[in-house]
């Protein structure tokens, strides 16, 4: 595909639908793009702030581990402009909140502290900067206590933060010892900062009696919502949480904004006063969790041919002090281990490792990426034992059908559409003929190797924790025709709003102008989910279709009494309704309506159809439905530095029937590029006394403008609806499109291993940076000289 041909897709992509602006399919613009760009969209820190708002600094450990001997906070409380200086003795109700059932998390520490950069007091005062000033003031005297931070001294202490789990189909040892070629290694896998543009934050105003209203930037308002109001000692109808937006999240608003919506609520009702905290940038990625980094072991038995024959992997994860969300993160890595590929015989098991580190937490993909990046390494390392392509390895080891669509927690695939994606894409991106040409290339080049790769990702849909699948919605149409819409999704930038009220504009045959966005509030919607698991478009926008349908079900038996025609002549046409011969305006049929006491307003509810999970036999249905894609990456390599380029990438990816093709469009783009960041420039570092040294910009590198590649072509699998019936036969999109990336850390490892002339498998681990890109370029040559002589 030629270079710029990105651009006219995405023209071809905003084309708007013909019979109403802003229905389902058409690229309607995301509600609050043009608020992003001109800075008019606001946030929690752009509201005016209320009469006599309180400012919140938290004091952080600044050891790994050790005993409280003495918190001498009294300087802290004479600090100028302080009012209150919070500890653990302070909270009224439940110190805690653990998302689990653990309650392995207080909100402020009490005996112990686990790493550094854990809360153990707060400070309000009536400035920010006041508060920040009195918080160096604190006198903690500690009794240091060993402290556990890498994945050697986790393995030898044994400690984990939940219970491992194990999946397995068959007897793998016995296929393995069997296997006429056997490989065993382990692969080292960084994690990752979320780095999202706004932090974290909360803002928390008292109501009367035990009533407090909280702002919080979260992708889980009903969690904040039950966090506070055990911390107060209150029932939850006391709470109330709002959510308008989000500056980004990806996972780690899901659970980490816990800690900043109970301490602002904790210091508005103490104080009376509003309160609000938000911490700068080094506070916010000392205190909150990353991406879960992983240590890899594997053992793979295959033939002569490439078919891969047993599997065993065991992926120990670097968790942190408390479970979080460990478990099912590391759950869904096994899930996805597998990837798009067949294993007969297979056993994988979890190992989440308890450390003295920040507790890691959701991120994009939520575990299911490091699976993959497991599976893919088994996948090159046969390729590389027989000298093949690892994409014929890849295309040889599909699902498919003849008894080859089990997956290791047994269930079935039944949506395989991985080979015709592959296939499409080999063609469309010219594949072969640009290996040989890149092979050509790197035979006379003597510094810069170039290097591709084709990698697919097979993504599970829905909450593997069942009771998640659900959603709720409230629709009201007042006389004038216009639509209130509220459901428990939360918008964090990647279209939800947008795409949920495209689906009510459709239900109806209004264009989308008269519908109108609100903020998502546990006092209108209760019991939401989390806004994760790419499940927010499936499951809220059935929801709001639901509202709908209940709606429009009443006003159909309305018009079929008031204008006596049978119900099947009244129909919702574009702007209009047609009740038998007659076409009435909408907004003059819903007043009609309103005269004759018609309910005008519905809630909806809506639950994932066929999903089950036994995690004790590691069998069931986790996943309603699957989604596909792939991506072929190219890159360019200097041998004498490490340094490189992505210099092209051409992906294709399945999302169903897209409710808004831009949208999706946008979201391919953004997560491909953040996947990138994960396996190539974003490192974490914690030193040896357990402090997080790459913990600001200057030292965190996420990928900027020219990091993007070069050529940049992105394309939607067309005619291609989801099989299930989900909204509008659409796919999720939020997460799978990270997992593409995989296939730039494969295309550096192709270019890696030309150094050798592809004699072994370079087992490049991420992120591949320009420094650990050296260090394998240099051991291959190492090693090959070795066996040259």
Not at 198 to 208: K, R, T, V
Not at 308 to 322: D, H, K, N, P, Q
Not at 412 to 431: C, F, R, T
Not at 509 to 526: E, L, Y
């Amino acid at each position: 595909m030629p270079e710029g041909a990105e651009t006219i897709k995405r023209a071809e992509a905003i084309k708007t639908a013909e019979s109403i602006a802003g229905g389902v399919r058409s690229s309607w613009r995301h509600d609050s793009g043009h608020k992003h760009v001109s800075g008019a969209a606001s946030y929690i820190d752009d509201l005016p702030a209320p009469q006599g708002l309180l400012h919140i600094c938290l004091g952080l450990s600044t050891i790994a581990h050790g005993r409280i001997r003495k918190l001498d906070l009294e300087t802290v409380g004479r600090a100028e402009g302080v009012v209150l200086v919070m500890t653990a003795a302070d909270v009224p109700g439940e110190n805690d909140i653990s998302p689990t059932h653990r309650h392995d998390e207080p909100i402020l520490a009490e005996e112990t502290v686990q790493y550094v950069g854990q809360p153990v007091f707060a400070v309000a005062a009536e400035t920010r900067e006041q508060a920040r000033l009195a918080v160096r003031l604190a006198q903690i005297d500690y009794e240091p206590l060993p402290a556990v931070l890498s994945f050697a001294e986790a393995r030898e202490g044994g400690a984990l933060v939940t219970e491992p789990m194990t999946l397995a189909r068959g007897d793998a040892a016995a296929a393995l010892r069997d296997a006429p070629r056997r490989i065993t290694g382990r692969m080292a896998l960084g994690g990752q900062e979320h780095f999202y543009l706004e932090s974290q934050i909360a803002m928390a105003i008292p109501g009367e009696d035990d009533e407090v209203r909280v702002l919080s930037s979260t992708q889980h308002p009903t969690e904040i919502q039950t966090m506070v109001a055990g911390a107060l000692g209150v029932p939850a109808n006391a709470v109330t949480t709002e959510v308008r937006r989000m500056g980004g999240a990806f996972g780690g608003k899901e659970t980490q904004g816990n800690l900043f919506a109970v301490v602002a609520a904790l210091v508005a009702k103490k104080t009376g006063r509003a309160a609000k905290v938000r911490p700068d940038r080094d506070d916010d990625m000392a205190i909150t969790g990353k991406r879960h980094d992983f240590e890899i072991d594997y053992a793979v038995g295959f033939d002569d041919a490439g078919r891969i024959l047993a599997v065993e992997m065991t992926y120990a994860a670097r968790c942190g002090w408390s479970a979080d969300l460990s478990g099912p993160v590391t759950d869904r890595t096994l899930f996805h281990a597998d990837n798009c590929y067949y294993f007969p015989d297979v056993r994988l098991t979890s190992e989440p490792l308890k450390t003295n580190t920040c507790s890691h937490t959701a991120f994009r993909g939520f575990g299911g990426p490091q699976g993959m990046i497991g599976g893919e390494r088994v996948i090159e390392e046969v390729a590389f034992a027989l000298g093949k392509d690892p994409l014929e390895i890849r295309k040889l080891n599909l699902y498919g059908p003849d008894g080859r669509d089990m997956t290791p927690y047994h269930q079935q695939v039944e949506d395989n559409i991985a080979p015709e994606i592959i296939e499409k894409l080999e063609a469309d991106s010219g594949y072969q003929s640009r290996r040989k040409e890149i092979r050509a290339f790197n035979e006379t080049s003597l510094v810069i190797k170039r290097g591709i790769a084709l990698t697919p990702v097979k993504f599970g849909i829905s909450f593997t924790l069942t009771a998640y699948n659900q959603a709720g919605a409230l629709v009201h149409i007042y006389r004038d025709g216009s639509i209130h819409l509220n459901h428990g999704g939360t918008e964090m930038g990647q279209g939800l709003y947008t795409k949920v009220a495209q689906v009510v504009a459709e239900a109806f045959q209004v264009d989308i102008d008269r519908v109108r966005i609100t903020a998502t509030s546990t006092g209108k919607v209760p019991n939401t989910s989390a806004t994760a698991a790419s499940s927010g478009s499936d499951i809220n926008g059935m929801a709001a279709l639901a509202a709908c349908n209940t709606i429009k079900a009443r006003l159909v038996d309305f018009a079929a009494e008031n204008w006596e025609v049978p119900e099947e002549q009244v129909a919702f046409l574009p702007g209009a309704v047609r009740v038998g011969n007659q076409k009435i305006a909408f907004a003059d049929f819903v007043n009609a309506a309103y005269l004759a006491r018609v309910s005008l307003s519905s809630t909806g509810f809506y639950k994932t159809p066929k999903i089950h999970w036994d995690r004790a036999a590691g069998r069931g249905r986790p996943f309603y439905y699957f989604s596909y894609g792939a991506a072929v990456s190219e890159v360019a390599v200097d041998t004498l530095t490490g340094e490189y380029r992505v210099t092209r990438v051409d992906i294709l990816h399945d999302v169903g029937e897209s409710l808004n093709p831009a949208l999706d469009l946008g979201q391919i783009e953004g997560g491909f590029v953040q996947g990138m960041g994960w396996l190539t420039t974003e490192e974490l570092w914690w030193d040896d006394a357990g402090r997080l040294r790459t913990h600001a910009p200057s030292t965190y590198k996420i990928p900027a403008c020219g990091d993007r590649p070069h050529v940049f072509n992105v394309d939607l699998l067309k005619d291609s609806p989801n099989r299930e019936e989900t909204i509008f036969r659409s796919k999720a999109v939020g997460e799978p499109p990270l997992m593409l990336a995989i296939s730039v850390l494969h295309a550096l490892s192709d270019a890696v291993a030309s150094v050798a002339d592809h004699r072994t498998c370079p087992r490049l681990d991420a992120p591949a940076t320009p420094e650990r890109v050296l260090m394998t370029i240099e051991r291959l040559r190492a090693e090959a000289a070795g066996d040259d002589a």
